[in-house]
């Protein structure tokens, strides 16, 4: 089950089928975001096999235990980062500020869970100030 139809991750996944011949029986069905995620929805509460495509971080790994497949020819997309920016003279203006700039970091699974919270209907704020409570050790680290 794929996404939207012309997007990225839709085109990356038909670039993928044709690039490993074990898939060439495959075909993807696009619909649109909502649709994949009920299709996955119901094919896990139905226990059947479903493949969709869908990019990390996002909430319904935090929803579903899914396994992301390999792909060694990379035709999904290489491995990406998320980057911390500050603008010049921060550290001199506003030490503070930039030093939990500077220390921040967090996993995959933190973002997802945020998300996740979110998509369940949080506010924004909401979501980071229980993920801020839930996670005490990592936040100290941020603030050292």
Known sequence: MGVEPGTGTS???DETIEAYPNLSDWEQINSSTA????ELDQ???QEEPIVVSIFAP???????DLTMLEDPKE???EPENIETMAREGLEEDEPEAYQILDNFQWEIDDMQSVMLEIENGAEPEEAAQNW??????KVEHWTE
Do not use: C, L
């Open 132 to 137: 801020i409570s839930e996670n005490p050790e």
């Open 11 to 13: 085109v990356a996944t």
């Open 58 to 64: 996002h909430w319904i790994f935090s929803r579903y």
């Open 43 to 45: 094919a896990i509460k």
């Open 35 to 38: 649709a994949m995620i009920a």
């Open 75 to 77: 035709t999904m997309g």
